[in-house]
Structures are given as C-alpha cells and as structure tokens.
C-alpha cells in the first residue's frame, strides 16, 4: 500500500535545516523568511504586514482587538493589510520546535496579476472583511508552497523560477476562500480599499493628534463610514489602531534604542506622561520603566 505524500513533512523538514537556531531568517528568496522557536513565548506584540505565513510544526495564537485565532502545522495565516497584533506561542517542545514560513505580499504584483485573470463574481461584493484570516492550507496551495522552498536547496533557479511560483501562490490566494480579503484591499475604490489608505496614513503619522474628520476627508469617506468599515476590516477604532502603534513604537525605543521614558512618551504623541504610563501598563502588564527593563533582561539571559 502506498501511504499518501504530506507536503508538511517536508516543508518542516527544509525550514528545519535553513533555521537552525531560533528566530527569524531571510533567505535567498527575498519574499521568504523562516522561523523558528524551540520555547514557549511570552505574549508578543508586534505588528503583521501583508504576509501568507504557513505553520509546518507545533501551535501559534493570534489576538487582532477582540478575535483570537489558535492554529497550528497545515494552517496558514493570511494578513491582508498592516495590522498590530498579540502573538504565543505554548507547547513547544525541544524536539518539535515551532517551525512556520511566511511570504510577505506585494499589491504590485498582486494587481498585474488581476489584469490578466477573471474576478470571481462573490469576491466584488465582499467588502468589509477582516483583513486577517486563519484557515486550512488545500493540497494545490501547500504544493506550490513547497516547490518555492525546494529552491533554497538550489540558489541558482532562484532568478528564474521563484516569481513564477510566488505568482502561483498568489493566484490560489486570490481564487481561495480568502481571495477576497485580498482582492478587497487591492481594489482601487473599494471601501476595504479606503481602509488600507487610511492604516498608510495612521502608520506614517501615529505621533500626530488624531483628527477622525481629517483622515475621513483624506481617505474619501465619511466619519460614520470610515469607523464601520475600519473597524470591520481591523477589529479595532482608528484611535485604538493609532494607540497600537505608538504603544508598540514607544517600547522599541525603550528597550533597543534605551531612550528615557519622557522622551519616549513625548516622541509617540502623548503629551501626559501618566496617560502614557497608564496606557503602556494596560497593553503591556507593567511601567514602561519596568517593562524595558524586564525585555533587556531576558534578552541579555537568551
């Protein structure tokens, strides 16, 4: 009898070898990164950037505002837009290490490929979806998956043959079940569309105040509009959105760049200090002070 051929195995056996230690590795293909994690983690915050990540071992949670995904190997998580959000990783053991594979997402080529295909018909009338999604990779996308990372065993085809393979992944996206979420957020006009403006817009000027009528104007909708669809598509406000951002910026310079804390808070928007400590304890479960100081030392102890 002939046992059936698992595309996980393998692609759990090449990233293994490519990530040989913990953390995030770039590789030869520019669009790729590998990851690998041989203990639980903390919760993380962090923010996803367009991205098709597929877990190939062990198990991954993901909080976007109120919605927690929990998924594991043979699962993928598909980001269509810039989005902050909680990630853990639990049970992991030393021999089973979290391994995963991501290919981040361009909207140029994306859009070429629009041109020369035919829109599903339920995908123009989808708008407001979350721009996230978790869900079970087919056989036809997990195949392409692994042709793309075949090509690190030989750099040399690379040039040649991994555009057309990441064209081919993107293309099982877009007529997947989640194709919409991307074909949303890709079309010019479109209301997700408008969303994925405005979170450019947030990203670029999260130190600035905030003025919701401004960014409405902006991004060609109405204030009413603007926090329904956002919301629909971020699971969170534009002012929750803008505090993400300055939350997760303020302690980057804290704990990299080891700035002081009023410095810190000033230079992320905030112009009360104790509502920038208070908001950093909420988010981050301790005193920005205290917080930087407990992440230097658990990266001085890896």
Same mark, same amino acid.
Not at 122 to 146: F, K
């Given at each position: 009898?002939?046992?059936?051929?698992?595309? +996980?195995?393998?692609?759990?056996?090449?990233?293994? #070898?490519?990530?040989?230690?913990?953390?995030?590795?770039?590789?030869?293909?520019?669009?790729?990164?590998?990851?690998?994690?041989?203990?639980?983690?903390?919760?993380?915050?962090?923010?996803?950037?367009?991205?098709?990540?597929?877990?190939?071992?062990?198990?991954?949670?993901?909080?976007?505002?109120?919605?927690?995904? $929990?998924?594991?190997?043979?699962?993928?998580?598909?980001?269509?837009?810039?989005?902050?959000?909680?990630?853990?990783?639990?049970?992991?053991?030393?021999?089973?290490?979290?391994?995963?594979?991501?290919?981040?997402?361009?909207?140029?080529?994306?859009?070429?490929?629009?041109?020369?295909?035919?829109?599903?018909?339920?995908?123009?009338?989808?708008?407001?979806? #979350?721009?996230?999604?978790?869900?079970?990779?087919?056989?036809?996308?997990?195949?392409?998956?692994?042709?793309?990372?075949?090509?690190?065993?030989?750099?040399?085809?690379?040039?040649?043959?991994?555009?057309?393979?990441?064209?081919?992944?993107?293309?099982?996206?877009?007529?997947?079940?989640?194709?919409?979420?991307?074909?949303?957020?890709?079309?010019?006009?479109?209301?997700? +569309?408008?969303?994925?403006?405005?979170?450019?817009?947030?990203?670029?000027?999260?130190?600035?105040?905030?003025?919701?009528?401004?960014?409405?104007?902006?991004?060609?909708?109405?204030?009413?509009?603007?926090?329904?669809?956002?919301?629909?598509?971020?699971?969170?406000?534009?002012?929750?959105?803008?505090?993400?951002?300055?939350?997760?910026?303020?302690?980057?310079?804290?704990?990299?760049?080891?700035?002081?804390?009023?410095?810190?808070? $000033?230079?992320?928007?905030?112009?009360?200090?104790?509502?920038?400590? #208070?908001?950093?304890?909420?988010?981050?479960?301790?005193?920005?002070?205290?917080?930087?100081?407990?992440? #230097?030392?658990?990266?001085?102890?890896?």
């Amino acid at each position: 009898m002939t046992l059936a051929f698992n595309p +996980n195995q393998e692609l759990a056996s090449i990233v293994a #070898r490519f990530a040989t230690s913990d953390g995030e590795f770039n590789t030869a293909i520019p669009s790729l990164s590998l990851h690998r994690q041989s203990a639980d983690t903390p919760l993380q915050h962090r923010e996803y950037r367009p991205v098709f990540a597929v877990v190939v071992q062990g198990r991954k949670s993901l909080t976007l505002g109120a919605d927690t995904f $929990h998924y594991g190997a043979g699962q993928y998580v598909l980001t269509a837009l810039d989005l902050p959000v909680s990630t853990q990783i639990t049970g992991v053991a030393n021999a089973s290490p979290y391994l995963c594979f991501a290919m981040s997402l361009e909207y140029e080529r994306l859009n070429e490929l629009l041109s020369r295909v035919t829109i599903p018909r339920h995908a123009l009338t989808a708008d407001g979806m #979350r721009g996230l999604a978790v869900s079970y990779a087919p056989p036809e996308l997990l195949d392409a998956s692994l042709r793309l990372l075949r090509l690190l065993d030989t750099p040399d085809d690379i040039p040649a043959m991994a555009p057309l393979i990441e064209q081919e992944i993107l293309y099982r996206l877009l007529t997947g079940p989640d194709g919409p979420r991307l074909l949303q957020v890709a079309t010019a006009g479109g209301q997700s +569309n408008r969303v994925a403006r405005a979170v450019n817009w947030l990203r670029s000027n999260f130190a600035l105040p905030l003025r919701i009528e401004e960014l409405a104007e902006h991004v060609g909708m109405s204030v009413s509009s603007l926090h329904h669809h956002f919301k629909a598509v971020t699971a969170m406000s534009p002012m929750q959105y803008q505090k993400q951002l300055r939350l997760h910026e303020a302690r980057r310079l804290l704990v990299v760049e080891k700035l002081d804390v009023g410095s810190v808070g $000033h230079r992320v928007g905030y112009q009360s200090p104790s509502q920038f400590s #208070r908001e950093y304890s909420r988010l981050y479960g301790l005193p920005p002070l205290k917080d930087a100081e407990a992440m #230097r030392g658990a990266v001085a102890a890896e």
